[in-house]
């Protein structure tokens, strides 16, 4: 058989053969899985915060308080009636003749049940009708450009001293310490993802190296440096790690699907449609399989060599 | 200047008795030495000093010119490359063909694939096994898996051969027909050891021959050979 080609070699060393030769797969896929599960939550929480941002920037509401019923229970009288509707009329002047106003408008009452309805129910008619709460009346704002709020603020308090202005400071600040807690959480979930990978796959390479001694012993012998074993570890980890990755993100990205659907069926005013740029899809496709695959290659070298140190 | 050098080696492992002690000797380039003794002389560990498997635990191994104990560890796979080991149980790579076997020293010595496929080749049908170059070892003969051992041992023209109990697990014709292939590759300037316990072997040719006895070494010539 002299014309004959031997077989291609892949690995001086039985790598593929023996017990847990697939566990760096199932570990990247599982680390990948759950660093593209944050990340994507991550993703999404920037850009649901974004949306809420840019939603209440550059406005403001004024709330006009409503007469209260009397509290023997009858009716508003007619006098306090015209006093709350003059007070809308007298605010909405003020506010479409002031330089700091580009445009003010008066939600209409539907638009108000709309907006108390997730926390008092749906309006079914009956003895908890909405319409047996008095609401108040509420009017946006949207701000010109470099608009001084004080100044109006003054203005408006001049007109109508129990208005009271929400220019969604706190909204904006509690967003904003909600969405820097969820990234720093999500880090540090991270952290601890990768960290529990790393410490694995370090295990995983020790076991490998303790199962294939004799032949690492056979290679070290014949002249095989410690770069030149360590290779076929990194390599092997590598195909490995490669394919668990891909599998982990293609878990993942049926998982985001699911997530997708199952958000779009839920009826919520709270929850804007999630959309991710471009640039973040690119992220989230390539930097758990990139820094994956990264981690894993440099973990098995570091583990080999300094298993290998101990040889003489 | 001598190819190898032991001074007032001793080892030990780990916290054990000492196992080699005081052993000094020299090997000229291009000879042949036998290293005899009984079982659990310490034959082996003596090979193992010199393939620098093993680090003496006193005294100074001094190999191709080079004192090992200041010998880098990025330095040491390249005196190993100048060694062929004949191991005793052959340590052969089970899931890699023959020629991948016989390959190897090529490979981590760095050669392109096309040198390593003519030598191999070339190597393989010399010793016999040009038509079973693709089978694994476990599907060869005792005898077969040992030219591929031996075809291992020399494919990077070494300095130094090595073999431990070469003839161990072969009738007498076929030892005797090795140790006859172990001299033509002496004529060609390879020193050699050969280790083993068989001293009718040793006796049929006129090399001398390095005897252990509880860790000692006393090097004995041809007719201090016949007289014992």
């Known amino acids: ?312 | 200047m001598a190819l190898v050098r032991f001074s007032n080696i001793g080892l030990r492992y780990s916290t054990g008795a000492e196992v080699l002690h005081d052993i000094n000797f020299e090997l000229e380039p291009g000879s042949f030495h036998f290293l005899t003794g009984p079982s659990g002389a310490g034959k082996t560990s003596l090979m193992k000093l010199l393939y620098v498997g093993q680090k003496p635990t006193r005294g100074v191994i001094s190999i191709f010119g080079r004192e090992l104990a200041s010998v880098s560890r990025k330095s040491l796979p390249e005196i190993r490359r100048q060694i062929g080991v004949v191991f005793q149980d052959f340590r052969l790579l089970n899931h890699l063909s023959a020629f991948d076997n016989v390959a190897l020293p090529l490979r981590v010595s760095g050669l392109s694939e096309k040198d390593v496929k003519k030598n191999v080749t070339e190597l393989l049908e010399w010793v016999g096994l040009g038509e079973k170059m693709s089978s694994r070892p476990p599907t060869l003969s005792g005898g077969e898996q040992q030219r591929i051992a031996i075809a291992r041992a020399i494919i990077n023209r070494p300095k130094l051969l090595l073999a431990d109990e070469p003839t161990g697990n072969i009738d007498e014709t076929i030892g005797l027909k090795l140790l006859t292939l172990f001299e033509e590759l002496n004529k060609h300037g390879t020193t050699v050891v050969i280790a083993t316990h068989n001293e009718a072997i040793v006796k049929s040719f006129p090399h001398p021959a390095m005897h252990l006895e509880s860790g000692m070494l006393d090097i004995r010539h041809k007719k201090q050979i016949k007289a014992a």
């Open chain 1, 1 to 312: 058989m002299s014309g004959n080609h031997p077989k291609k070699y892949t690995y001086d060393i039985s790598l593929d053969e023996g017990v847990g030769a697939g566990l760096v797969s199932w570990v990247t896929g599982l680390m990948v899985f759950f660093v593209t599960l944050t990340l994507a939550l991550n993703f999404g929480l920037s850009s649901l915060a974004k949306t809420w941002v840019t939603g209440l920037s550059g406005t403001l509401t004024v709330e006009i308080k409503p007469p209260l019923p009397p509290e023997d229970g009858g009716k508003i009288s007619p006098q306090s009636q015209q006093k709350f509707e003059d007070s809308i009329r007298n605010v909405l002047a003020m506010l479409k003749n002031n330089a700091a106003v580009s445009a003010a408008r008066q939600l209409s009452e539907p638009e108000i049940k709309n907006l108390i309805e997730p926390w008092l129910g749906q309006d079914t008619g009956g003895s908890a009708s909405l319409d047996a709460i008095p609401l108040p009346a509420l009017i946006d704002v949207k701000l010109a450009p470099n608009a001084d709020v004080a100044k109006l603020r003054t203005s408006l308090k001049i007109i109508e001293p129990d208005a009271t202005i929400d220019n969604q400071s706190d909204t904006l600040n509690n967003v904003k310490t909600l969405v820097n807690t969820a990234t720093l959480f999500m880090l540090l979930l991270t952290g601890v993802i990768v960290g529990l990978a790393v410490v694995t796959i370090s295990g995983i390479v020790r076991s490998k190296l303790l199962i294939h001694q004799s032949e690492v012993e056979t290679l070290h012998m014949i002249g095989a440096s410690d770069e030149y074993i360590a290779r076929q570890f990194r390599q092997h980890t590598l195909r490995g790690t490669l394919r668990g990755a891909l599998a982990g993100l293609g878990c993942m990205l049926v998982t985001l699907f699911v997530i997708g659907a199952a958000t779009h069926t839920i009826e919520s005013s709270f929850l804007p449609h999630l959309k991710l740029m471009p640039l973040q899809w690119a992220a989230l496709l390539l930097l758990p399989l990139v820094s994956g695959s990264i981690i894993a290659h440099l973990t098995a070298q570091a583990t080999v060599l300094k298993e290998l140190s101990r040889l003489p």
